[in-house]
């Protein structure tokens, strides 16, 4: 069985590698789509073709793992992938909320079922969100997200990274 990981990932966290690491173990092919929206386009800290590279590289050792890109509704992807599980993962009850409306709409309206995992607790807290403010600070972000995410915030966030670090040696910091 097939399954797709849908989401913006932006960019992708260790939250989300957890989640697709496990499902690679359960699932014959996972593929993560990164969901564009038209509407959202310069809201994204980073670009469409951007966030396909870091998933690509972040996802390179998964071999039963691809990577692909659609706008619209998820719905229309799957019926034209010819796919019938969502993945999604969870991290606390207020995500359930928010996931459980959506999986029902998707059932009600595309006849797809979704399928949660949860992440593990230490993942609990880490979101694209919070990762990408931390590194707009100059903070250490590398725990919280794989290799490709965390050297595409070093280079989105250079400067900042390049004063935090002038700071330290200089001892003000």
Do not use: C
């Not at 993962?89 to 996931?99: I, T």
């Amino acid at each position: 069985m097939n399954a797709v990981f849908p989401g913006s990932f932006d960019p992708i966290t260790s939250g989300h590698m957890d989640v697709l690491t496990r499902a690679s173990r359960i699932f014959d092919h996972v593929t993560v789509t990164v969901m564009h929206n038209a509407r959202k386009q310069g809201k994204h800290l980073f670009t469409l073709e951007e966030r396909l590279a870091i998933l690509h590289e972040a996802t390179a050792h998964l071999p039963n793992v691809s990577v692909d890109t659609f706008g619209g509704l998820l719905v229309d992807y799957m019926a034209q992938q010819q796919q019938g599980l969502i993945l999604r993962g969870l991290r606390a009850v207020s995500d359930y909320e928010y996931e459980l409306q959506i999986a029902h709409l998707n059932r009600q309206i595309g006849e797809v079922e979704t399928v949660f995992i949860m992440a593990a607790t230490r993942w609990s807290f880490v979101s694209s969100t919070m990762v990408r403010e931390i590194a707009s600070y100059g903070g250490d972000i590398s725990e919280m997200v794989p290799r490709a995410s965390a050297a595409a915030l070093r280079r989105k966030f250079a400067d900042v990274y390049a004063a935090r670090e002038a700071g330290r040696a200089a001892g003000t910091e």
